[in-house]
């Protein structure tokens, strides 16, 4: 039997989506992967805005979805020139072998 | 009704599982394959939302724009030597053990809420399509928002290009 979708069942999703972008960007150790779990993040951000747009019905989700599309772009752009940077000055993409910082 | 709910439970599940592969796979490449499955996944329940603007953005901009992006980076950057490597930190267990105790104390407040979710109204008669919706307000109410995403955009070209030169 097949119930009717709510909104509720976006948002589980959304969660669900939002804690496996979540995992990879705290596990994994290629930067490359972990800027695209970042972009799994702004996704399940954006399937919440679109169920909400959609519960209260008008469209002010669906803009503010294409703000987030948006910085989401700027961002990858700017990362994946730091990641080239990265690559060219210490011949390495693993997160934790970037660590001049870390106390 | 129960081709929203099929539809549905496709796209979650085509979601989901791209999503599960793009954080579990060795090869980036594999990784990024994986991100695009999520993405059209994604695309098919802005579709299921009425939200066909954002569909076609979502195609066209990230799948078209942001994963071939991705893709030449990976192919820039080499990853044979990453890929032979140990995948995930040392600490997978502890980041596992955190994200799973935070999803299942948002599904719970979900569940406590969800009667408040309903679709209880009718929905509302459309004027006009989605994209004319979504020009008004975005044009109209939103438009200093607006102006500012393409100053951020801007800051964003000069940055990456400045950050893949050959000296910084």
């Known amino acids: 039997m097949l119930h009717p979708v709510t909104t509720t069942h976006y948002l589980v999703l959304s969660a669900a989506l939002l804690a496996i972008g979540t995992i990879g960007v705290l596990a994994r150790r290629n930067i490359v992967v972990i800027l695209m779990a970042i972009e799994l993040i702004l996704n399940a951000v954006n399937i919440n805005l679109i169920a909400f747009s959609r519960h209260l019905g008008h469209v002010h989700g669906q803009v503010f979805a294409i703000f987030v599309i948006t910085v989401a772009v700027a961002e990858a752009a700017v990362g994946l020139g730091i990641l080239i940077a990265l690559f060219r000055t210490r011949a390495t ?3 934790d072998e970037i660590n001049l910082l870390k106390w | 009704m129960w081709v929203d709910t099929f539809f549905f439970y496709l796209f979650a599940l085509v979601t989901l599982a791209g999503g599960v592969l793009t954080v579990t796979r060795r090869n980036a490449v594999h990784s990024a394959m994986s991100l695009i499955l999520s993405l059209i996944g994604v695309a098919g329940l802005f579709l299921l939302q009425r939200a066909e603007f954002l569909f076609a953005v979502q195609i066209v901009l990230y799948v078209g724009g942001i994963m071939v992006l991705f893709l030449f980076v990976i192919m820039l950057v ?7 490597m140990r995948q995930f930190s040392g600490q997978w267990w502890l980041a596992l053990a955190c994200v799973l105790a935070v999803a299942a104390q948002i599904v719970y407040v979900l569940s ?3 009667g408040a979710f309903r679709f209880a109204r009718p929905e509302p008669p459309a004027r006009g399509g989605n994209v004319e919706l979504v020009a008004d307000v975005l044009f109209k109410q939103y438009l200093l928002p607006f102006e ?6 801007l800051a964003a070209i000069v940055g990456s290009v400045i950050m893949a030169r050959k000296r910084i």
Not at chain 2, 78 to 84: G, I, S, V
Not at chain 2, 148 to 153: N, T, Y
């Open chain 1, 93 to 95: 993409v693993q997160a």
């Open chain 2, 78 to 84: 080499n990853l044979d030597q990453a890929a032979r």
């Open chain 2, 112 to 114: 406590r809420g969800s």
């Open chain 2, 148 to 153: 500012l995403a393409s100053v951020l955009l």
